[in-house]
């Protein structure tokens, strides 16, 4: 490993980036990239699509540049344990730099701002300063930000996206254990200091929720009054029925019963109306549909709601208009290729982006006639398996589905006769149409998304190698299989505690040291690198051995 | 080792400290602590003469409250490395409260910002909130800051004190070298963002630029563009003639030797003239006299001098100004009480104090009687023997150089007659007072005297228990030797070679491996907890299996 390691140092950083001398385009200046016959790949983000994408991606077949405002990747799962110091800051990051020493990789430490699609540019901007970075192919991997709901206050919120977000929660939360701890703090703002407000009972809500009680009851307790332990107070507040409502409900509840003997306090049905420095207010309706505003004095509020676009990313959609519908996130074919760019030369992936979900019913007569070969315009039981497994390989998205259709043939089958004619057909792909969901914002999706379009664009480099043909598009759609998404499930650590749904209402809750760390293995083996990884070992290790760091710096 | 730490969790931390009802003093609130028959200590600082001392001192013999507005210790030797990434944060910090739980202490996070001698009480603040904190008696370790020497724009420098500061430090260090890769930054602008300055060439400054020069060439030359790399320049200047002054000579060549082979520039005999948000101005003189000024293009500068007093021991000598006259330190005896309190009350320690020598000509007749018994006005070569050994077991500060006068007695007998008379005495006498010069502002120093107050509180609580004498200082005096300081050496890491000074004249210069694990594991038994120390070790294999981090958060 330390060879390997050594081998990659040993080899030189590509030469500096400059600017074409003499060349403007709409007023900026436009970065040189001497011709190499390869193609300029441009990975935009360094979040965990475009870093997928980076490790996957085979060397020496393009000349990748990487751009974005973070010169590192961040393990966003392990980022509510970095908040209350199981983690090392360190342990959940991996510098770009060295992500792109394989592949050979420029980076720019700047953000996308615009994009000029006929001319194949990006415009770029760091402080200030403006330039176009060419591009023959691009990927979008920027990521999404919080849906703010217009509300007022939002800068009194902490958010958790960064590692910067969760140092300055970190300092925030020892600030205000010292500041209540002062012989000079009255009651009522001690009280308030230690409220600890989560908007949004999701699973990083949750995560965070569940570290915070953490830290309280194994470490805290141990360098702090019994008064003061006595007056913590976390407060989830979640505008649907249920926390965690995406995962199973079996889920949900159970980390609804887990919290609630925490003495931790889960507000549902409430939306957050504003947020002032010292309180936040909240409003829920009752039985009767009446609306009625509460107050909760609080020392820290963190804000983790839905995602929407960024600005850069609303800019593409809206030049895009035509074919992109989607409110919150960039709309992709099953290859990943933005819709509305005819060839074919950007992609999107992650958060920013959703896969369009197949249409069965734009196809029926298709899907019908390729099954149906006896011409007595019915399926038989056989026919239908055919058509299971046939549509399953050219729609993987709706593969999961179709599968489970395949026992329910009788289901479908409404007049009982034994075979499908085309109105039953009809009603399956309706149903079928209905089931499918888009892909859920999760770094597995986007770790899958950018691993696909690694080999995809592998594969593409050399196609395009053996063959003149210039109809990328075609090329594209022949050589290469449409992205299919594998569920690994969905964990959740809700302290000492941890809740999975592996999906397919297989779920997993346990309460003990087990689900722990079952649940660090599962991070462990997540880990972006080598490096990584030991840290993070090192770092359980500490914690294990020492109790979690409680300096605030 | 972990039962040991369980052992002390289990115990609970002591209860909240509560303002007393209805007892205002000098408009200010003031804190209740019922009595229990203890003495009340208080401590001011987490630094290292402050937690040496609480790491010293027995339990249960006193009520201890630490104040400080930092709620953790720093193993200042090596924030350095901090600054680079070769050590993590939290390897060089140790939690205050974590500390405190032997001793059952309680600690405020505030600064403190006056004293009434008279009360007995220290004022604290602690944003925008005051109050007064009885005591019986006062450890002052309150630590010293940069001497400014009145310079125009030392906000555009960093220093380096803190953990903070080594964070902000490592990230300006990675953002301009971001910013100078960046196609649209000129040539010149480059090299201004890779010129770094350091202002001061003590240990701190020295230690610095040799860790930045080691992440270069160690690190940044796999992951940046060669001609970037070109570009950096590491400037010292000092004011003095040669660098690490207060270090041997042979070792502060040796310095200047391996930094000018690695084309890091010293530059001598000048001083700061002003800092610019862009440049650096230096005025020098030539041997005529002739003062120039010059001018560097900077893209970071570290401030790095000698220490003054901070707002609130200026204060303290302010009040005590018959008996302190130090304008950069507060004078203490030598059991380390500040001179001036009468009932010995109060002490400091570490930079903030410094130890009065003794002045032996002072007590010449005393000193000659005590020896010369045989009424002959004139010391044999045996009466001198006992001479050293009983002056130095008196005045122990003096000790060694006392010591090495014992070999020295033919150099004061001017006549050459066998015999000491006594204004051969008193020329012996101005010799030792004039070479014995302050201690100097270390860690070390601080250290020693920390374990040497800790000691002395606990003798004193138990010879107090035992008798009802009311005059603290004679007791103390009876019970309690002089504070003695033992110099183990001043080590330097000049990258990839360490210097070191033991004293005497012993030196060491190193300049490979060695030297480099020579430093560290000199650190290394000097860390202040097994946490630490293990943490440490950790750090030091990472970089060595995976290089520094080069991420910027
Ligand atoms: C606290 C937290 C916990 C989470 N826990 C889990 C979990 O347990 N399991 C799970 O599956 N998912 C989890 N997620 C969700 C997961 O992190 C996201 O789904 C995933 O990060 C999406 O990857 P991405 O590459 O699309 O975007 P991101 O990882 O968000 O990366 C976006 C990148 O784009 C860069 N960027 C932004 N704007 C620009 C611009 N204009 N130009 C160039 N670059 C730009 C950013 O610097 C960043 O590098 C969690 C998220 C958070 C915040
Ligand atoms: C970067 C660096 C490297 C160094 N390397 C070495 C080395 O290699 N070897 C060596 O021997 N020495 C070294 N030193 C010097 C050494 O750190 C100091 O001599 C030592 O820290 C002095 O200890 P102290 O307890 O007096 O003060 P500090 O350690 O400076 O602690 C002062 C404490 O007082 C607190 N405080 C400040 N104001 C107030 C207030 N008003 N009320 C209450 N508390 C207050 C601070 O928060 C801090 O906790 C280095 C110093 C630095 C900055």
Redo the contacts between chains.
Sequence with gaps: ??DE?EA??NE????????AANKQHKGY?V??LPATGKERLVVLGSGWGAVSLLKTLQADLYDVISISP???FVFTPLLPSVTVGTV???SV??????IL?RTRGRY???GAVDVDFEAKMVLVE??G???WVPYDRLVVGVGAQSVTHGIDGLQHCHQLK???DA?SIRQHI?ANF??A?????SLEEKRRLLTFVVCGGGPTGCEFAAELYDLLVEDLV???????QGLVNVVIVQSRDHILNMMDQKVSEFAEDTFSRRNMKVITNSRVARITESSIFYTSKDLEGNVTEHEVPQGFVLWSTGLSLTPFTRLICDRLADSQKNRHAITVDDHLRVKGISDGSVYALGDCATVEMPHLLEHIQELFDSVEHTNTGEITRDEFEVFIHSTARKYPLAAGHLKELGVHFDDFDADGNGVICLSEFKNMLVHVDRSLTALPALAQVADQEGAYLGRSLSILAKTFAETSDNAHSSVHDKAIQPFNYHHHGTLAYLGRAAAADFGGGYTYRGSNLAAKYLWRSTYWSMQVS??TR??LA?DWT?EL???R?????
């Design positions: 490993m330390k390691l990659l140092d030189k950083p590509p030469p500096e980036l400059q600017l200046a970065v040189d973070h010169n590192y090392e800051f360190r990051m991996e510098p770009i730099r060295r020493k720019i430490e700047a760091k402080q300063q403006f330039m960064s590692v910067s140092r020892m010292e500041k701890v002062l012989p000079t703090t141990h360098y702090f009054p019994e008064t003061i080598l490096r030991l840290m090192m500490r051995l020492f109790g760091d409680i300096s605030r710096f």
